[in-house]
Each structure stands twice: as structure tokens, then as C-alpha cells.
């Protein structure tokens, strides 16, 4: 049985996400930073984990778009999913508008694994994250935090549900 954890990301956070994750799950995984131009035979994996974080309130709309494209062949699968995302009080918000509705009436988890202002951004982005760090201070809100914890209940899932489905066995010839 082999999981495929499928992420886009924007500054490496869903990169560090997906390797945790790979320690947490008891079955064999490969990990695949979403690349628009990939072809990837999702036939190969017997359970997938998809995610991504939000910039500006979006996924990665190539991503978007693949999702909405393979659809099919995802809901055939045990699957969860995971975002990365500052503003955990939107979290319900990002995943309406960011996965496609029937990717997510079937999904195993659904989790919220933070976000991370620490990074090495460039010049506009770490603008932006300087702007957000500044109105979450006025308003005194707390600065995004990693919710890599989040994980294990998607671990759990996967694990569970690749646990009920029949093992193919070869039984010996008479």
C-alpha cells in the first residue's frame, strides 16, 4: 500500500509539512511538490494526501485547476487533505473556495496546518508578511504558528482506511 502526498507551496512550509508527515504514516509514501507541467499516475498510490497554503486568500490556482481535473480519480481513493494558512479563523473559507466541493464532501481529514511567517522571502513577500505582522499586532492577534500536530489526525486517517482495504494474496497453486 502506497500513500501520495501531493502539495504546492509557495515558500518551502508545505515542503517541511509533507515530510513530517511522511515519518507519521505507517505505510510506504511518496512525495510530490505539484509542478503544473507533472503528469502524475495517481494509479500508482492507494491513498493520497493533497495540500497546499494560501497566499493572498488563494491556492496555487495551477493546482486548483489539476484538482478540479482529476477529480474523479481522486474520490476513488481514500484521500485527505491539508492547507497551510495564517488566518486559522478562515480556514473553513480557504477550503470552499480552494478545493473543488466534491473533492472535499469525501475527504478522510481535513486539517489546518498553520502557517509560518519565518522564511527567506523576497523583497515583496516579505513585505506583505511585515504588513500582516504588523496589523495581527495592532489588533493584538497572535502571529500565525505552525500546527504541524494537525498531521497525525491525517496519518491516522490514511493509516485506518489503507488497513481495511483487502490485501491482494497469492494462493498457492494445487
Same mark, same amino acid.
Given at each position: 500500500?502506497?500513500?501520495?502526498?501531493?502539495?504546492?507551496?509557495?515558500?518551502?512550509?508545505?515542503?517541511?509539512?509533507?515530510?513530517?508527515?511522511?515519518?507519521?504514516?505507517?505505510?510506504?509514501?511518496?512525495?510530490?511538490?505539484?509542478?503544473?507541467?507533472?503528469?502524475?499516475?495517481?494509479?500508482?498510490?492507494?491513498?493520497?494526501?493533497?495540500?497546499?497554503?494560501?497566499?493572498?486568500?488563494?491556492?496555487?490556482?495551477?493546482?486548483?485547476?489539476?484538482?478540479?481535473?482529476?477529480?474523479?480519480?481522486?474520490?476513488?481513493?481514500?484521500?485527505?487533505?491539508?492547507?497551510?494558512?495564517?488566518?486559522?479563523?478562515?480556514?473553513?473559507?480557504? @477550503? %470552499?473556495?480552494?478545493?473543488? !466541493?466534491?473533492?472535499? $464532501?469525501?475527504?478522510? =481529514?481535513?486539517?489546518?496546518?498553520?502557517? &509560518? /511567517? #519565518?522564511?527567506?522571502?523576497?523583497?515583496?513577500?516579505?513585505?506583505? @508578511? %511585515?504588513?500582516?505582522?504588523? !496589523?495581527?499586532?495592532? $489588533?493584538?492577534?497572535? =502571529?500565525?504558528?505552525?500546527?504541524?500536530? &494537525? /498531521? #497525525?489526525?491525517?496519518?491516522?486517517?490514511?493509516?485506518?482506511?489503507?488497513?481495511?482495504?483487502?490485501?491482494?494474496?497469492?494462493?498457492? $497453486?494445487?
Amino acid at each position: 500500500m502506497k500513500v501520495g502526498i501531493i502539495y504546492a507551496t509557495h515558500f518551502g512550509y508545505c515542503s517541511d509539512a509533507a515530510k513530517q508527515l511522511r515519518k507519521k504514516l505507517e505505510s510506504p509514501s511518496e512525495i510530490i511538490s505539484f509542478d503544473y507541467k507533472g503528469r502524475y499516475d495517481l494509479s500508482e498510490f492507494d491513498a493520497l494526501v493533497l495540500g497546499g497554503s494560501i497566499r493572498m486568500g488563494l491556492l496555487d490556482q495551477d493546482f486548483i485547476g489539476w484538482l478540479h481535473g482529476h477529480k474523479d480519480e481522486i474520490i476513488e481513493k481514500p484521500y485527505a487533505l491539508f492547507l497551510a494558512c495564517g488566518f486559522s479563523e478562515n480556514f473553513d473559507d480557504y @477550503v %470552499k473556495n480552494c478545493f473543488p !466541493k466534491e473533492i472535499v $464532501e469525501h475527504a478522510l =481529514a481535513i486539517e489546518c496546518i498553520g502557517g &509560518n /511567517l #519565518e522564511g527567506n522571502y523576497k523583497f515583496y513577500d516579505k513585505w506583505l @508578511v %511585515k504588513m500582516m505582522a504588523n !496589523k495581527l499586532n495592532k $489588533e493584538g492577534k497572535e =502571529a500565525p504558528r505552525p500546527l504541524l500536530e &494537525n /498531521l #497525525e489526525t491525517i496519518a491516522t486517517a490514511i493509516d485506518g482506511a489503507l488497513q481495511s482495504i483487502p490485501q491482494d494474496s497469492e494462493e498457492p $497453486e494445487d
